[in-house]
């Protein structure tokens, strides 16, 4: 038995098997080869494999998103079929007597930098999904696996840390608990943890032989158990049983009002990274969304996501909450969330860069297909709209005059739309906090963001592991700027909610609720345990 | 020998899904088809030969099929560029 010390960043217990993600090394080298033959038949069957592959995905990507998201993976099919690509590979090996994984990256090389040439921002982008069958292939090749997770049953993910996009890769299902090296207690996996109510530790020093083995996770000490001796495991055994029991009780409390004894009532709603997330809003009975990160539709995918494949998502989370208010934040992207193909040049900080509605702005095409979406599909629930950064009144001003647009463009062409969709804004910086009193008569709502009102506030970066210690979450001078959000809203006639991690803090929401918040929009997880707490306030 | 002009509407040009949709069909055909913009050409059959010619909006391009069922092949082709282009 081994007890491994980090920091937890998400209460709970996970027993399970150890699976140490490592990060797959595509680095090829040249190697001399005699038998071309044999290499020609390791690259047709690495081909076939790969092909097969992607028709897993294929099937997979439709039950789950639909055929426009398989659309993409049936397109990288075609192009491991192309006779161009497979005649440069087999010269490669046939003339230079050169490897098969050599062969394959030098043919990407050559060809993802044909489009990259190319004077046209689309095809430029077509150089990734070169890059991304060659490495499919090198992948085979190599042996690889399609992710670090093979088997069937749940696993504790072990890595350095996890990016967006390997996440995304996740079969959730199969995921107990999160361990990293690095990672601070707002990084992306933390986040995830907290969104799919599983403990997760960062800071862990963990060694690769502890692939396979027992490991049991504490969220409460932020301890890390490898191999357990059977009296350990007794222990912890209980313990989750325990905490199992405990969330059995909590669900008493479905169907049931958020109001004080005095009858003040408090609109409960969940935070969503994507539509898997469905499933755990309505399990925990959320009153509503409070904020749909629309981010999973622009990582999920090699190019930006069509105006189809965008309103069918939100088509189908308004479907799915029948009647509940359904909030979509418009995307935000840049700062942590780099995504290749919107091409963002490389920034000192990102924080205080070109991401969110600034895009938007700057490339209104991109955002007048997201909102062409979300005012479709606005026609199947109650749908609002919410634009993240904001900071001043000319930007609303500019945002109404694109949305202007959007609807005339749609009336034109006849295709149905819901009028008066709600619009809000988020109040996540201090300037637009301050400045409250002259946003609120031109929305329909705020939505405090404290996640970034606080970074920006205490000028502390969230990616920062070595400032969690000046990280004060309760600081004095937020909690003034979210009291003078919540008047100025109420003095304006709209209503204000928070969406960021402090809304989940238990240790504030009476606080909140007494400073006249209308709404908190959390994790699903959080939602009975804050319903319970506001059920006992007077 | 079959053949039609038609100028590209679409906003992002010949782009990869459509096209691939294009060269799977094309690929069922038993004629040979080609495109051609400006003085290249390439292999309907081919996705990459036909993302070389980076085929944009306002581009004039001309398709011709040769041998097999020229005419309903053509037809067919011409429907899916008026559908998708």
Redesign the interface.
């Given at each position: 038995m081994k007890v491994l010390k980090g920091k937890s960043i998400f209460k709970g217990i996970a027993i399970g098997r150890i699976a140490v993600y490592k990060k797959q090394d595509l680095a090829v080298k040249r190697e001399h080869i005699d038998d071309v033959q044999a290499e020609f038949a390791r690259f047709e069957e690495a081909r076939q494999k790969a092909i097969d592959d992607l028709q897993k995905l294929i099937d997979k990507a439709s039950a789950e998103v639909g055929e426009a998201g398989a659309?993409?993976l049936?397109?990288h099919q075609?192009?491991l079929d192309?006779?161009?690509?497979i005649d440069s590979v087999r010269n490669i090996i046939d003339s230079e007597l050169v490897n098969a994984e050599y062969a394959v990256a030098t043919t990407g090389d050559n060809?993802s930098e044909?489009?990259a040439s190319?004077?046209?921002d689309?095809?430029k982008a077509?150089a990734l999904?070169v890059k991304d069958i060659s490495e499919r292939l090198i992948k085979v090749l190599k042996g690889y696996e399609d992710n670090g997770i093979a088997g069937e049953d749940p696993v504790i993910i072990v890595a350095d840390d996890l990016g967006p996009s390997e996440t995304v890769q996740l079969d959730r299902d199969k995921v107990l608990s999160f361990v990293t090296r690095h990672g601070s207690s707002n990084s992306h996996t933390a986040i995830l943890a907290r969104t799919m109510n599983i403990p997760a530790l960062i800071e862990i020093d963990y060694e690769d032989s502890m692939d396979g083995v027992m490991g049991i996770v504490d969220g409460q000490s932020g301890e890390f158990i490898v191999e357990p001796d059977e009296e350990t495991e007794a222990k912890y055994r209980k313990l989750l049983q325990d905490e199992i029991e405990n969330r059995e009780m909590l669900k008493e409390l479905k169907d049931k009002a958020t109001v004080t004894k005095s009858g003040r009532k408090l609109n409960l709603y969940a935070n969503i990274g994507g539509i898997k997330d469905l499933a755990s809003v309505l399990q925990n009975d959320a009153e509503g969304i409070g904020l749909f990160r629309s981010e999973f539709l622009y990582l999920a995918d090699n190019?930006y996501p069509s105006e189809e494949e965008q309103f069918q998502a939100y088509k189908t989370v308004a479907q799915n909450m029948a009647g509940k208010k359904v909030i979509i934040r418009t995307m935000d992207i840049g700062a942590d969330k780099q995504i290749d193909y919107f091409g963002l040049d490389h920034e000192e900080n990102p924080a205080l860069g070109y991401r969110a509605i600034r895009i938007c702005l700057d490339r209104p095409e991109i955002f007048k297909t997201q909102l062409r979406a979300i005012f479709r599909a606005a026609m199947y629930g109650n749908i609002a709209i919410m634009y993240p950064m904001i900071t001043s009144l000319s930007e609303i001003k500019r945002i109404k005059a694109i949305v202007e647009e959007v609807k005339q463009e749609l009336k034109d062409q006849g295709v149905p739309f819901r009028e008066d969709v709600e619009q809000g804004i988020m109040i996540e910086t201090p300037a637009a906090a301050v400045i409250s009193d002259l946003l609120a008569p031109e929305v329909d709502f705020f939505s405090i963001g404290t996640n970034d009102l606080t970074q920006y506030t205490l000028a502390i970066d969230r990616q920062n592991a070595k400032l969690d210690e000046f990280y004060d979450a309760h600081h004095e001078a937020v909690l003034r700027l979210i009291k003078l959000v919540v008047d100025n809203s109420h003095k304006a006639g709209i209503w204000t909610g928070i969406c960021g991690e402090l809304g989940a803090d238990t240790s504030l929401t009476e606080t909140f609720v007494k400073m006249g918040v209308d709404e908190l929009s959390v994790s699903p997880s959080f939602i009975l345990p804050i319903r319970k707490i506001v059920r006992n306030m007077d | 020998m079959e053949s039609f002009k038609y100028v590209i509407k679409d906003e992002l040009g010949l782009h990869a899904r459509p096209a691939g949709l294009l060269v799977k069909e094309a690929q069922k055909m038993d004629s040979k088809i080609t495109l051609k913009k400006g003085g290249a050409e390439a292999d309907l059959k081919k996705i990459f030969a036909i993302m070389k010619l980076c085929v944009k909006q306002g581009d004039e391009v001309e398709i011709t099929v040769d041998g097999g069922a020229e005419q309903e092949n053509c037809e067919f082709i011409k429907k899916f560029f008026e559908e998708h282009f």
């Open positions: 659309a993409v049936e397109v075609m192009m192309d006779e161009d690509y060809f044909m489009f190319m004077d046209d689309y095809m077509r999904d190019d | -």
